[in-house]
């Protein structure tokens, strides 16, 4: 099943509508929301992963174009510097899906980006701050 | 037939002297046997790269015109104070020491973005920092205000001053508690949601010479790039602990006192890290030589992860109330294997003490005797606990 993360801009004016509501009733979508601060009146940005058909999913971006909500592709989220990382493995542990792993011959500390969720737990983890958000 | 020192600097002169790291030791006498691996190997290099807070570095600075004395007075490098009870121009800098005005912890937990670590890190790269001193001003040196760029250069002798480093053997910490903790071994989630260790185990340098037959005071070693000695034991030091019966403690027990010429360091082999909740330490690279003297020296400088055990201490009560209390024991070999079981529960490991750079420096120290660079040396005195040290 296709999926795509996204950012979705919400202007003010949308946030009375329950556009969560909406892709998962209308559009059969399965949504898993990553970072969300949605304020009235200020509008907001929301990270979310959405899975299904393909053609729901590109209905369910319509759907969303036609409220005005600007809609980016969400890439390369999470950066592990390997010049500030030293591979002690503290992120390890702490990391809910495994993205961050050692590497089993050389001990070094490896990110998959298809499995992070850029839950972001492991930036104030890394004691050589060598994880930062990139948008 | 036992080897002395003097034989094996011969070796490191001539070129013939044969080395391996800690991590190479254990192959080697597992497959010929520690009688062969006594005979054939000169020197086991160990290695470690790991936070050590008891870290900082003492300076003297070249006198103005007019000359200023800051002992008695203040003074701070890019607003990390700095120790001035010594004389006129020595300063010491800690690595935990924070910037007057940082948030702490006062919205909890903290982030410690920047202390004495990092001025550190930035003096040994190469850069200037800022230097604001005041002063009471004496006869003899009248100067009270003093805003400068200062840098190693500015700098008539900088060394690395460090009162414990090495600890031999570190605390397994968990949370056994309901609520997220902020810990010098990092963040530990509730009811053994992880478990975070600190320890190069199978290189780590004391553990490999467990009862301190060859490391004692005038060691020379490998510290942060630069060749360093051990002066003293390390606070803290406990020539006392249970231990297995390889020698090695079963708790955090030795430690040692370092020092090095901090113009002589690298800035790849010291690194600041900011630990969330908790503040500002530096990790240092060490590494230490063990001169194979005999078989018993070989033996030990080869004990496996499987032979070397760490306890498992709660953090959230057990370790800040001192009570003493140990959850259970485990084996270096399956904290590396990146989960352990307590009480039942499969609980992921992550250490702090890093095993890649480990293996750089174990790495680097061999090379360094192999080429002749590095001469190793007899300690002068023992470590308080030492058995078999021989005195002249």
Same mark, same amino acid.
């Given at each position: 099943?296709?999926?795509?993360?996204?950012?979705?801009?919400?202007?003010?004016?949308?946030?009375?509508?329950?556009?969560?509501?909406?892709?998962?009733?209308?559009?059969?979508?399965?949504?898993?929301?990553?970072?969300?601060?949605?304020?009235?009146?200020?509008?907001?940005?929301?990270?979310?992963?959405?899975?299904?058909?393909?053609?729901?999913?590109?209905?369910?971006?319509?759907?969303?174009?036609?409220?005005?909500?600007? %809609?980016?592709?969400?890439?390369?989220?999470?950066?592990?510097?390997?010049?500030?990382?030293?591979?002690?493995?503290?992120?390890?542990?702490?990391?809910?899906?495994?993205?961050?792993?050692?590497?089993?011959?050389?001990?070094?500390?490896?990110?998959?980006?298809?499995?992070?969720?850029?839950?972001?737990?492991?930036?104030?983890?890394?004691?050589?701050?060598? *994880?930062?958000?990139?948008? | 037939?036992? !080897?002395?020192?003097?034989?094996?600097?011969?070796?490191?002169?001539?070129?013939?002297?044969?080395?391996? /790291?800690?991590?190479?030791?254990?192959?080697?006498?597992?497959?010929?046997?520690?009688?062969? =691996?006594?005979?054939?190997?000169?020197? %086991?290099?160990?290695?470690?790269?790991?936070?050590?807070?008891?870290?900082?570095?003492?300076?003297?600075?070249?006198?103005? %015109?007019?000359?200023?004395?800051?002992?008695?007075?203040?003074?701070?490098?890019?607003?990390?104070?700095?120790?001035?009870?010594?004389?006129?121009?020595?300063?010491?800098?800690?690595?935990?020491?924070?910037?007057?005005?940082?948030?702490?912890?006062?919205?909890?937990?903290?982030?410690?973005?920047?202390?004495? =670590?990092?001025?550190?890190?930035?003096?040994?790269?190469?850069?200037?920092?800022?230097?604001?001193?005041?002063?009471?001003?004496?006869?003899?040196?009248?100067?009270?205000?003093?805003?400068?760029?200062?840098?190693?250069?500015?700098?008539?002798?900088?060394?690395?001053?460090?009162?414990?480093?090495?600890?031999?053997?570190?605390?397994?910490?968990?949370?056994?508690?309901?609520? /997220?903790?902020?810990?010098?071994?990092?963040?530990?989630?509730?009811?053994?949601?992880?478990?975070?260790?600190?320890?190069?185990?199978?290189?780590?340098?004391?553990? !490999?010479?467990?009862?301190?037959?060859?490391?004692?005071?005038?060691?020379? *070693?490998?510290?942060?790039?630069?060749?360093?000695?051990?002066?003293?034991?390390?606070?803290?030091?406990?020539?006392?602990?249970?231990?297995?019966?390889?020698?090695?403690?079963?708790?955090?027990?030795?430690?040692?006192?370092?020092?090095?010429?901090?113009?002589?360091?690298?800035?790849?082999?010291?690194?600041?890290?900011?630990?969330?909740?908790?503040?500002?330490?530096?990790?240092?690279?060490?590494?230490?030589?063990?001169?194979?003297?005999?078989?018993?020296?070989?033996?030990?400088?080869?004990?496996?992860?499987?032979?070397?055990?760490?306890?498992?201490?709660?953090?959230?009560?057990?370790?800040?109330?001192?009570?003493?209390?140990?959850?259970?024991?485990?084996?270096?070999?399956?904290?590396?294997?990146?989960? *352990?079981?307590?009480?039942?529960?499969?609980?992921?490991?992550?250490?702090?003490?890093?095993?890649?750079?480990?293996?750089?420096?174990?790495?680097?120290?061999?090379?360094? *005797?192999?080429?002749?660079?590095?001469?190793?040396?007899?300690?002068?005195?023992?470590?308080?606990?030492?058995?078999?040290?021989?005195?002249?």
């Amino acid at each position: 099943m296709p999926s795509r993360r996204l950012i979705l801009s919400y202007p003010p004016d949308v946030v009375q509508e329950p556009v969560t509501y909406q892709l998962v009733k209308d559009y059969d979508l399965k949504i898993n929301i990553l970072k969300a601060r949605i304020l009235p009146r200020e509008g907001g940005r929301l990270v979310m992963e959405l899975s299904g058909r393909k053609t729901d999913l590109e209905s369910a971006l319509a759907y969303l174009a036609s409220l005005g909500i600007e %809609v980016q592709t969400l890439v390369r989220e999470v950066r592990l510097d390997k010049d500030k990382c030293l591979s002690c493995t503290a992120c390890v542990p702490l990391c809910p899906t495994g993205a961050l792993q050692v590497e089993e011959d050389g001990f070094e500390v490896i990110l998959d980006h298809d499995k992070c969720v850029v839950c972001e737990v492991c930036v104030t983890v890394c004691p050589y701050r060598a *994880i930062d958000i990139m948008f | 037939m036992p !080897k002395t020192i003097g034989e094996i600097n011969q070796k490191i002169k001539t070129g013939q002297v044969v080395v391996v /790291t800690a991590e190479e030791a254990v192959g080697l006498v597992r497959d010929k046997g520690v009688k062969a =691996a006594a005979r054939e190997v000169d020197v %086991v290099t160990t290695g470690t790269f790991s936070p050590m807070c008891s870290s900082g570095i003492c300076f003297n600075l070249k006198q103005p %015109v007019p000359k200023m004395k800051f002992g008695g007075g203040r003074a701070t490098l890019n607003d990390v104070p700095a120790y001035t009870g010594l004389a006129a121009a020595d300063l010491f800098l800690g690595c935990n020491a924070l910037p007057q005005d940082a948030p702490r912890n006062k919205v909890h937990p903290g982030l410690f973005k920047y202390g004495g =670590a990092h001025v550190i890190h930035e003096l040994v790269s190469g850069a200037k920092v800022d230097l604001a001193a005041e002063a009471y001003g004496t006869d003899c040196y009248p100067l009270r205000e003093r805003r400068q760029k200062v840098g190693l250069e500015e700098m008539n002798d900088a060394v690395m001053m460090n009162p414990r480093n090495g600890y031999q053997n570190y605390n397994v910490a968990v949370n056994l508690s309901d609520k /997220t903790i902020y810990t010098y071994l990092g963040r530990l989630q509730p009811r053994l949601g992880n478990a975070n260790y600190c320890s190069a185990g199978v290189l780590s340098p004391l553990l !490999k010479d467990p009862q301190f037959r060859t490391i004692g005071l005038g060691t020379a *070693i490998f510290l942060c790039g630069a060749r360093g000695y051990v002066v003293w034991p390390g606070t803290q030091h406990n020539p006392d602990p249970p231990r297995g019966d390889n020698g090695a403690p079963l708790v955090p027990a030795g430690t040692i006192a370092v020092m090095g010429d901090l113009k002589m360091m690298s800035p790849q082999w010291l690194r600041p890290m900011s630990f969330t909740g908790y503040g500002v330490t530096l990790a240092v690279a060490l590494g230490i030589p063990i001169p194979i003297l005999d078989e018993e020296v070989m033996a030990r400088a080869a004990a496996p992860n499987e032979e070397l055990f760490a306890p498992i201490v709660d953090y959230a009560e057990a370790y800040p109330q001192g009570t003493g209390e140990v959850i259970g024991r485990v084996s270096y070999a399956e904290l590396f294997s990146g989960a *352990i079981e307590i009480e039942g529960k499969k609980v992921p490991t992550g250490s702090f003490s890093s095993f890649s750079k480990a293996r750089q420096v174990a790495g680097e120290l061999k090379t360094r *005797i192999a080429s002749g660079q590095f001469k190793i040396t007899r300690p002068v005195a023992p470590l308080p606990g030492a058995v078999g040290f021989e005195e002249d």
